[in-house]
C-alpha cells in the first residue's frame, strides 16, 4: 500500500531529486530540493532505497525560485529549474565531490557558471508525433520516463527563435501533408527536428528527420517553405531514418536549400558545424573550458607535441595550435574529421594532424610500436569514458600530462582512480556548467605523469 507522509528533504543525488530519510532508509523525490519540507507518497520500496513522489510542498526550501519555464514540471529537459542558480552550481559541485569521495587527496573546485543561464542550449533535437484524433503535430521533450511528448511552445533554455522555427513546422507541416511521427505503428514522416543555432551569426541550421527513404515533392516544398519564412535559417536539411531505433539521426543527410552547416567560434577559431557534427551545446560556457585548458598548457609548457583524443572536429587541436609543435587529432566518426579538415583549412592551420580511427587503436599501433610520446594527451570521450585499454596506452604514451574532458563526473572518476592506481597524480576537478537548470556537470581534470 501507498504510504503519505511529511519529509525533510536533507539532501540531493546524483541524478537531481531531493533526498529524504525514514528509518534510516533513503528516499529519492524528484522536484525537491535541500531544505523543502513536503509531503510525499512512497512509490517504490527496494531493500536499498524508496522513491516517493511529491504531493505537496508544506515549507518551501529557501532555495525555491519560480522557474521561468510553465512546463518544468512535466516536461523531463530541466530537472533543477526551480532551484536559485547560485544553488545550483553548489549541488553541481556536490555531486562530482560525491562521486569523488573515495579519491584520496582531491579536491573539486567550485563550478564554474555558464556566462548566459538562459538561451544558451545550441543543439536542439524535439521529437516529433500527432495527436490521435485531430492529427495535431506535436513537438517537444519526452515527460520523463517516457516516450509521451510535451508540446513545447516556449522553451526559455533555448534562442526565442527556435521556438519560432519550430512552431511554423508544426502548424505548416499538415498543409504539405506531412504527418508526425508514431513510434509504436513506425507510420508518419517526421520523427525529429534537429536545429543547430549559431551563438555567432545568430543562424541556424533545421534538419527534418523523416521516416522515409527519398525527398519526395511536397517534403521538398515543405523545407523552402520554412527556408523562406524565416532569414535566420542558413539552410535546411533532411535526413532519412526509417529505421525502428532510438538513434535521432541517420548517417544519410541531404541539403535541400540553404548551405548545411552554421559558423560558431571559440577561442577566436571559426568551426563550421553541421548537422550531426559533435559540438559543444554551450559555445560560451565551452569557451570557458577551452580557455582553461590553454592556459594551463600556455603556463606550464614551452611549445609541447599534443594528442587531441576523442577529438570531435578537432577543437582542441585547432584552438590548441597556436601553443604546440604539433598537435595529432583522433576521431573515429568520418563526418566530423572531413569537417576538422575544413576548419583546420580555413583557419591557416598546418600543424595538426588528423587520423580518423579508433583511439586505442590508434594508441596501439601509431604510438606504441613506434615508441612515440606526446607531451600531453587530452582526452575528451563520450559519456560511457574510456576503456581501460585506452587509458593504458594513453599512459604509456604520455610524457607529462593528460587533460581529462568530461561530460559525466562517474565515468571520469572511474577513470581517474584507474589512472591513480597506475601512479598517475591527480589533485583537482574543475567543474563548469555546461547544461544549466539540468543535474548534468562538466568536468576538467589535469593528470600529471611522473617519469
Ligand atoms: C565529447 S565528444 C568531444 C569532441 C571534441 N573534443 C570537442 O570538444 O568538440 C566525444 C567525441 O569522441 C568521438 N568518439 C567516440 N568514441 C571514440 C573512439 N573510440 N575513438 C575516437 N573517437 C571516438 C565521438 O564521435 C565524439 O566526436
Do not use: W
Request: net charge positive.
Amino acid at each position: 500500500m501507498e504510504q503519505e507522509f511529511i519529509a525533510d528533504i536533507e539532501g540531493f543525488s546524483n541524478l537531481g531529486a531531493g533526498i529524504a530519510k525514514q528509518d534510516g532508509k533513503v528516499i529519492f523525490i524528484e522536484n525537491t530540493c535541500p531544505q523543502d519540507k513536503v509531503k510525499i507518497s512512497v512509490k517504490k520500496q527496494t531493500k536499498t532505497y524508496a522513491s516517493g513522489e511529491l504531493l505537496e510542498i508544506v515549507e518551501p526550501s529557501k532555495y525555491r525560485v519560480q522557474p521561468k519555464c510553465p512546463m518544468q514540471k512535466v516536461c523531463g529537459a530541466c530537472q533543477l529549474q526551480f532551484i536559485d542558480y547560485k544553488y545550483q552550481l553548489r549541488l553541481k559541485k556536490e555531486i562530482v565531490e560525491d562521486y569523488a569521495r573515495n579519491l584520496k587527496g582531491i579536491t573539486v573546485g567550485d563550478t564554474i557558471p555558464s556566462p548566459e543561464i538562459y538561451g544558451y542550449r545550441h543543439k536542439i533535437q524535439y521529437p516529433i508525433s500527432e495527436t490521435k484524433n485531430s492529427k495535431r503535430i506535436l513537438a517537444g521533450y519526452y515527460k520523463p520516463k517516457s516516450h509521451e511528448i510535451v508540446n513545447i511552445k516556449y522553451c526559455p533554455i533555448q534562442p526565442a527563435i527556435c521556438d519560432e522555427i519550430i512552431d511554423y513546422i508544426r502548424e505548416t507541416a499538415p498543409k504539405y501533408g506531412i504527418r508526425g511521427y508514431n513510434e509504436k505503428k513506425h507510420t508518419g514522416i517526421l520523427r525529429h527536428v534537429v536545429i543547430r543555432a549559431s551563438h555567432l551569426t545568430g543562424n541556424n541550421l533545421v534538419t527534418l528527420v523523416v521516416n522515409h527513404t527519398k525527398i519526395f515533392d511536397k517534403l521538398k516544398e515543405f523545407a523552402n517553405d520554412i527556408y523562406n519564412k524565416f532569414d535566420e535559417i542558413s539552410g535546411v536539411c533532411v535526413n532519412f531514418n526509417n529505421k525502428k531505433t532510438n538513434l535521432i539521426l541517420s548517417n544519410d543527410t541531404k541539403l535541400v536549400c540553404g548551405q548545411d552547416f552554421v559558423e560558431e567560434q571559440l577561442c577566436d577559431i571559426t568551426f563550421k558545424i553541421g548537422s550531426n557534427t559533435f559540438f559543444q551545446v554551450n559555445p560560451q560556457s565551452a569557451e570557458n573550458i577551452f580557455r582553461y585548458v590553454k592556459n594551463y598548457i600556455k603556463n606550464n609548457f614551452n611549445s609541447p607535441i599534443i594528442l587531441d583524443a576523442y577529438a570531435g572536429i578537432a577543437a582542441f587541436g585547432a584552438v590548441l595550435s597556436d601553443v604546440c609543435k604539433q598537435a595529432v587529432s583522433v576521431e573515429s566518426n568520418p563526418e566530423s574529421i572531413e569537417i576538422a579538415k575544413q576548419v583546420l583549412k580555413a583557419n591557416n592551420i598546418n600543424n595538426v594532424k588528423l587520423h580518423n580511427t579508433d583511439t586505442a587503436k590508434f594508441l596501439e599501433k601509431e604510438v606504441i610500436n613506434k615508441n612515440k610520446q606526446f607531451d600531453i594527451t587530452i582526452l575528451d570521450p563520450p559519456r560511457k569514458g574510456c576503456s581501460k585499454e585506452s587509458l593504458d596506452y594513453t599512459l604509456q604514451a604520455t610524457k607529462s600530462a593528460i587533460i581529462y574532458v568530461s561530460c559525466n563526473p562517474q565515468t571520469l572518476v572511474r577513470d581517474l582512480d584507474y589512472l591513480m592506481s597506475k601512479g598517475a597524480k591527480v589533485d583537482f576537478i574543475q567543474p563548469f556548467d555546461m547544461f544549466c537548470h539540468t543535474y548534468h556537470v562538466e568536468s576538467v581534470a589535469i593528470i600529471t605523469i611522473e617519469r
